[in-house]
């Protein structure tokens, strides 16, 4: 994605890596302002940054790991040094979402309307700010991962974050020796799957999403296997755990 502000004073410019483009940003100076809750519901943007754009972008403060677009922590950090404000890091954020850079991997308008201010609010908001969220933004996108699914009759369920974030519900897994069946069911948006590797083991379940559920069956040994998603990125970006077979 690449901004376009044309609309933006040219009186004075500064550059910006933002959104997969380097830009010229237009802003008056001055000092930083906040977006507060007026300009936009932040914990429905929140919410719906982490279901419709955290699968590919850096965002700390909404967990957001994905890899595959650029940091928007590092992409805002030099503007907001310079002096930009963060209502006008807010209107370049929703261009973008409404008219992203046609030759771009982004489609235009994953959300509109007011989720898109919402979303763009809380991206304001959160871009580059130290800390973590507070109150009902803390809240907004569930409690993380709890740390070991066991295998029950020979059936190991691991179901990917039902939020949208680059992770499993579990951290780890444990199960006996034998058949196993492993479900990893995705009740977000973001699409998914469940794969499992090592000890002659490289079994990678379908890409699903919406509440559908990814399965594979192995036959595994005792020993350390490791499993993950290989959506592009979402491995690397904390989508992984082990599964402990003894």
Known sequence: ??????????????PLV????????AA???CDMDVKEGSGDLV????????????????????AKGVTGPNLDEAFQRSLKDGFKR????????????????NGPMPAKLVTGKDASDVAAYV??????????????????G?????LAKAQGGVLNIPADPNGQLLFTFRNAEASP?????NSENDSTVPHNIAIQGNGIDEVGPVIQGGRTSTIEVTVQAGKYPFLCTVPGHAEAGMKGTLTVK
């Open 18 to 25: 933002v959104l997969g483009g380097v830009a010229a940003l």
């Open 28 to 30: 008056a100076g001055g």
């Open 143 to 147: 409690g993380g991962q709890k740390p």
């Open 44 to 63: 429905n943007g929140k919410k719906l940054f982490v279901q419709k754009c955290g699968a590919c972008h850096i965002l700390q403060r909404a967990n």
């Open 87 to 102: 209502d006008t890091i807010g209107s370049v954020t929703k261009d973008q979402i409404l008219y992203p850079n046609l």
């Open 178 to 182: 034998g058949p196993l069946t492993i």
């Open 124 to 141: 304001a908001y959160a871009a580059a700010r130290p800390g973590k969220d507070e109150g009902a933004l803390a809240t907004a996108i």
């Open 1 to 14: 994605m690449r901004p376009a502000l044309a609309h933006l004073s040219r009186r004075l410019r500064a």
